[in-house]
């Protein structure tokens, strides 16, 4: 059984210790891939460089919308000189973070249709982060004809409703750790309801560790829980949700 974890920060700096360590672990436990998603020009760097450092691993570049107001002119135009290796896949992790507000919700929509505009001209798709701000990003997507660039829905965390207006879109639906909580009410109707051809499966290492490790730091490894829990779900195999799920990946980032 191989598996794709589509988005994990393995750059950050909980695995100082043992990064090499556990990108080896990944590879024993099945991960046969592994995007790991920039969310500023620093952890972007650092995407591009373990990229071309391991097999498994492919990049994203972007910002996210938590350091929407340190971006400048400039930024743009940085991300675009990064997006050119060819171990680069989507423009991400961007869009919208309406629970924290660390950057002015303005900021954040202005910078989250740039990158939007930047994945068009680089024919490359979107990861698309959004935490209590479904509204605004819908409405960009809609704005911004995100069908002619593709995206994906990063740690799904929306309506079946929005799932399915995301579905018209081309859109797919990533799932992560909160799948396997007790009040992932919400997300399993989703999951119930949306084709096994638009999921995708992600850990958000090292965030949203799934049960039974929640609590502790997550890694790649630990996708197998998501997958587990799909296939319950849906009354499949976890054979069949990781051949499905890395087939889209592979699809989807054109890999």
Do not use: W
């Not at 249709?113 to 960009?140: F, N, T």
């Not at 779900?233 to 890395?246: F, L």
């Amino acid at each position: 059984m191989k598996l794709f974890d589509t988005h994990a920060h393995l750059d950050d700096a909980r695995f100082d210790e043992d990064r090499e360590a556990v990108i080896a672990q990944c590879i024993e436990e099945g991960v046969d891939l592994i995007l790991n998603a920039g969310s500023n020009i620093a952890t972007s760097k650092t995407s591009v460089q373990m990229a071309e450092k391991h097999d498994i691993i492919y990049a994203s570049v972007g910002v996210h919308p938590h350091d929407a107001a340190s971006m400048e002119n400039s930024t743009i135009e940085e991300l675009a000189v990064m997006a050119v290796n060819p171990k680069v896949k989507a423009i991400g992790e961007i869009g919208l973070d309406y629970y924290y507000d660390f950057s002015p919700r303005e900021v954040q929509k202005q910078r989250f249709v740039e990158q939007i505009d930047l994945a068009r001209q680089l024919k490359l798709p979107v990861i698309v982060h959004d935490r209590d701000s479904h509204g605004d990003v819908m409405d960009i997507f809609k704005k911004n004809n995100i069908k002619q660039v593709g995206g994906v829905l990063h740690s799904f965390s929306g309506s079946i409703e929005m799932a399915k207006e995301c579905l018209k879109l081309g859109l797919y639906i990533s799932i992560s750790g909160p799948i396997t909580f007790k009040n992932a009410v919400k997300t399993v109707e989703v999951v119930k309801e949306i084709p096994i051809d638009m999921l995708l499966i992600e850990t958000d290492s090292p965030y949203l560790t799934p049960v039974p490790y929640r609590g502790k730091r997550n890694y790649p490894g630990y996708v197998r829980y998501v997958a587990e829990k799909i296939a319950e779900i849906k009354g499949i195999s976890i054979e069949e949700v990781a051949q499905k799920t890395m087939e889209n990946g592979k699809r989807f980032f054109n890999i």
